[in-house]
């Protein structure tokens, strides 16, 4: 917990690693073993991703939405994963540090930036980033640029903090009352795994909706 506010904080990389090979091993596992009639673990990666699916569809339309499913559910299954280690007595949250966190905004940044380029255009991209009149664009520039890079800000700042006010609730707690801890405390960091790990998504997801809906807004 000491660790999350830290630049360097080498406990959490070896966590984001053992992360990392849990869900690439028991992903590829599920996908190897498909069943006509699926077990637990079978049926909630399937409840999972269907979710996804589901929210993709929404916003970007079925055809569309199904080309981001790796993007948004890579994002949901490492996230969500990596804020469950709070659950493991001693191990530290990599979304509780605040490099993990701004490295997927960056991620999400670069990823919904390209499908604007890529459905505008890049001269029609800088076109719509100046605003519809050409006599505000030196005004309307400088504020779409910094309202876009915001979103790291807004995206990173989000996820490390909820997370590590998490740990801290926990560790105040633990000094506190130290016999209810392990019932209440983790039930906080249950609940707001999979609230954090929503509401980055489905912002990561609007982000795309705008990259591809923009131009026809503005029609």
């Known amino acids: 917990m000491e660790h999350g506010g830290q630049l360097i904080a080498w406990p959490v990389v070896y966590w984001t690693w053992i992360t990392m090979a849990f869900v690439i091993i028991i992903s590829y596992l ?18 999972f991703v269907g979710f996804v699916v589901g929210v993709l569809s ?15 559910g890579g ?11 709070g659950l493991i007595p001693g191990a530290h949250q990599p979304t509780s540090n605040l490099n993990t966190t701004v490295a997927l905004a960056i991620i999400a940044f670069v990823a919904y930036n390209i499908v604007a380029v890529k459905k505008q255009g890049l001269i029609n991209y800088i076109k719509h ?13 400088p504020i779409e640029v910094i309202s876009h890079i915001s979103r790291i800000l807004s995206l990173s700042l989000r996820l ?14 633990l000094k506190m009352v130290p016999l209810l801890v392990p019932v209440f405390g983790l039930a906080i960091v249950f609940g707001n795994s999979f609230l954090q ?20 807004e503005e029609h």
């Open 30 to 47: 599920v996908a190897k073993n498909l069943k006509k009639y699926p077990g637990k673990i079978q049926y909630l990666f399937e409840a």
């Open 160 to 173: 490390f903090g909820n997370m590590y006010g998490d740990e801290m609730i926990v560790w105040v707690l």
């Open 197 to 216: 790990t929503y509401i980055f998504c489905m912002l990561t997801v609007v982000y795309l909706s705008l990259a591809i809906h923009s131009e026809e």
């Open 129 to 141: 980033l100046m605003g519809p009149m050409k006599a505000l664009a030196p005004l309307m520039f």
């Open 58 to 72: 929404d916003a970007l339309g079925e055809e569309e939405g199904l080309k981001f499913l790796p993007l948004v």
């Open 75 to 85: 994002f949901a299954f490492f996230i969500l994963f990596t804020n469950l280690v």
